[in-house]
């Protein structure tokens, strides 16, 4: 296996986990954000009011998004699993 081959590997592997990961921290960024704005303009400074609802986006993102970050997860790891014969040869 060559420094490319290894190279372009570790690329997708990165790539998988942006693409993966983009669209939940996309709404941990907005919910922050809007929540933010909110405290800033009624001066509620309640730690709690940052937190729950950012983990209540994420869980939604999760419930709704999930299924299709596992198939995406499972293609990329049987793409990988078909590649091993060609590491080893």
């Known amino acids: 296996m060559s420094i490319g081959e290894i190279t372009m590997l570790l690329r997708g592997g990165v790539l998988e986990v942006l693409y993966l ?3 939940i921290l996309f709404v941990a960024l907005t919910v922050g954000l809007l929540v933010a704005i909110l405290q800033a303009t009624t001066s509620i400074q309640e730690q709690t009011l940052t937190f729950v609802p950012k983990v209540v986006a ?7 998004l999930g299924g299709w970050m596992f198939s995406h997860l499972r293609d990329y790891t049987f793409q990988l699993f078909e590649m091993i014969p060609d590491m080893a040869g």
């Open 21 to 23: 990961a983009a669209p």
């Open 58 to 64: 994420i869980l939604l993102v999760l419930m709704f």
